[in-house]
């Protein structure tokens, strides 16, 4: 009889929050019974604590402020009153892989359909986009005009201004670990980090941290990318092998899902002694070698400055796009 009801109480989950195929036999792996009856319960309606343990009097306020610091309830505050309303689903698994240690005690095997569930989640937002869902931002210390930096492509500019500040794990290294490239290297501000931060998932902290942050994604080869919108809610510093992003372009030929910066690389030749360094850090594939020269393609460049940071000869700066 229990095994009966809680597979319909998981069955009504999974219809509720439109569960991926794939998903299905796995969502246990994430969420007791008590916490698939609650967050069902508040898919399509906001209620008060009070009310919730009204409905169901086996519950009580634990659960709820525990489905609440993980992320997988939205609080919303009226006239004083917190009201709890479930996230979507997509947000849910990501804060299960992201920050639960149940998805570390998972075998390789067992983390598969939620690493491939998470990618298909963001190449359906990618190819349903009209515009670049992500965009690279340069490192500031590779333009040659500063005067050129505008606010929207800077990334100091987001941390100065940025009334909260956290760092938090990057969730596609996190979730597809394929490299040994720092994890915790991504930075929220504003409602983000303070999502973050009332949880206790990420790191308050300044904007000195922040700017080591920066530096340390340089000196791994991360390119900084940003939401792309006018008031970002992230810094991302992404790899080429597991950023969903990059991958999205690379693989899998999607040309909304990261977009360029204002600005392009250029090379001076007489600086240049032809090492290869560029070559090697350009993780967009960019830049060649023909002819016994160096040759930059600036229609297919995305204005990272991750060649022009780590040119010894620093015969390589930023440009800002015609």
């Not at 009801?5 to 991926?20: A, S």
């Not at 409905?55 to 939205?74: A, H, N, R, V």
């Not at 994890?183 to 999502?195: T, Y």
Request: proline share 3%.
């Amino acid at each position: 009889m229990k095994i009966k009801r809680m597979n319909k109480n998981f069955e009504i989950f999974i219809g509720k929050f439109n569960v991926p195929d794939k998903l299905k036999a796995h969502i246990h792996k994430i969420f007791s019974e008590e916490e698939v009856i609650i967050l069902s319960y508040l898919a399509d309606k906001e209620e008060k604590i009070s009310n919730i343990i009204l409905k169901f009097p086996q519950s009580d306020s634990s659960l709820i402020k525990s489905l609440y610091k993980k992320g997988y309830l939205i609080k919303k505050v009226k006239e004083g009153e917190s009201y709890f309303t479930s996230n979507t689903f997509e947000q849910i698994l990501k804060r299960f892989v992201n920050h639960s240690p149940k998805f570390q005690e998972l075998s390789p095997e067992e983390k598969a359909p939620f690493r491939e569930s998470i990618m298909d989640i963001f190449l359906g937002r990618m190819r349903a986009s009209k515009k670049p869902v992500y965009r690279v931002i340069p490192i500031e210390e590779t333009i040659q005009d500063k005067r050129q930096l505008i606010s929207y492509y800077q990334a100091v500019y987001y941390l100065q201004k940025a009334s909260a500040l956290t760092l938090i794990d990057c969730l596609c290294r996190t979730t597809h670990q394929r490299c040994e490239k720092p994890r915790k290297v991504c930075l929220a501000f504003g409602e983000q980090a303070e999502f973050f931060i009332e949880r206790g998932i990420g790191e308050k902290i300044d904007i000195n941290k922040g700017l080591e942050i920066l530096h340390i994604a340089e000196e791994n080869g991360l390119v900084h990318s940003i939401d792309n919108s006018e008031n970002p809610n992230f810094i991302c510093n992404c790899c080429e092998c597991c950023c969903v992003f990059v991958q999205g372009l690379k693989k899998y030929g999607i040309f909304t899902s990261i977009g360029k910066s204002g600005f392009i690389a250029i090379l001076n030749q007489e600086l240049c002694n032809q090492c290869g360094v560029c070559i090697e850090k350009c993780i967009f594939e960019v830049i060649t070698y023909e002819n016994e020269e160096i040759k930059f393609n600036n229609d297919k460049c995305f204005g990272c400055g991750l060649c022009a940071y780590n040119c010894p000869q620093k015969a390589v700066k930023l440009i800002q796009r015609e």
